[in-house]
């Protein structure tokens, strides 16, 4: 899978617009971008993916860059519950079952 | 929406002893299963993957007669940790594909914390 860069940490005000960004200048016409996020001691949880169309979920939305080579993930409107370390992750959907490979993500801190 | 059942989530055991970790899709198909480990202030690291009814496959550096995993139906994979150290403290977490398709979310067990003594 292509690597994905993304900051290592972000903060946000409470009920205020996060927007995560995520370069992947390597994508393949194949890769889905996905998004994932880890709350503290937890297990990580899907947040949305797309391969190229914006997406909407009642989560969050996915903005695809029209070359595809970066996304931004955007919470409208933050909450202290969305603390959390953001991955963004390529998989291609050709490669069958391969695993996530998770880089150091975006530590997404909220304050009240 | 599709659950992943891990357990325990917290295990606390002494040194030496075998600790096995379970994990169950409980509404669908998991063709393969992925374990992971994760050490405090860092990211997830695959262990191994596997797929039912055949071995696992380990990453390097991970030890199999260790760490051993069983993946008998595709509803349920083990992770039996032998003869843990202290150094096997970690946070596993198992990740369950879907037998729909490599494109779609795939679903996670909520973790087990794991303190060797």
């Known amino acids: 899978d292509a690597k994905t860069t993304q900051p290592n940490s972000m903060e946000s005000n409470e009920e205020e617009p996060v927007h995560l960004p995520c370069n992947h200048s390597?994508?393949?016409?194949?890769?889905?971008i996905h998004w994932y996020r880890q709350l503290p001691s937890q297990g990580p949880e899907y947040v949305i993916h797309?391969?190229?169309s914006n997406v909407n979920n009642r989560m969050a939305s996915l903005a695809i860059a029209e070359d595809r080579k970066s996304s931004t993930l955007i919470l409208h409107r933050a909450t202290l519950r969305d603390a959390a370390v953001y991955y963004c992750?390529?998989?291609?959907?050709?490669?069958?079952?391969?695993?996530?490979?998770f880089g150091k993500g975006t530590r997404l801190s909220v304050i009240a | 929406g599709a659950v992943v059942s891990q357990h325990p989530s917290w295990v606390i055991c002494k040194s030496g002893t075998s600790v096995k970790i379970e994990c169950r899709s409980l509404?669908?198909?998991?063709?393969?299963m992925f374990w992971y480990r994760q050490f405090p202030k860092q990211s997830l690291m695959l262990m191994a993957t596997?797929?039912?009814?055949?071995?696992?496959?380990?990453e390097q550096g991970v030890e199999k007669d260790k760490f051993l995993i069983n993946h008998a139906s595709l509803t349920l994979s083990t992770l039996t940790v032998t003869s843990a150290h202290p150094e096997d403290s970690s946070f596993y977490i198992c990740i369950s594909q879907p037998m729909t398709g490599s494109n779609s979310p795939l679903h996670f067990g909520n973790g087990t914390r794991l303190t060797v003594t």
């Open positions: 509404d669908f198909q998991a063709t393969t």
């Open positions: 390597t994508i393949s016409g194949t890769d889905y």
């Open positions: 596997s797929n039912e009814g055949s071995k696992a496959t380990y």
């Open positions: 797309g391969l190229t």
């Open positions: 992750i390529l998989r291609d959907w050709w490669s069958g079952n391969t695993p996530l490979v």
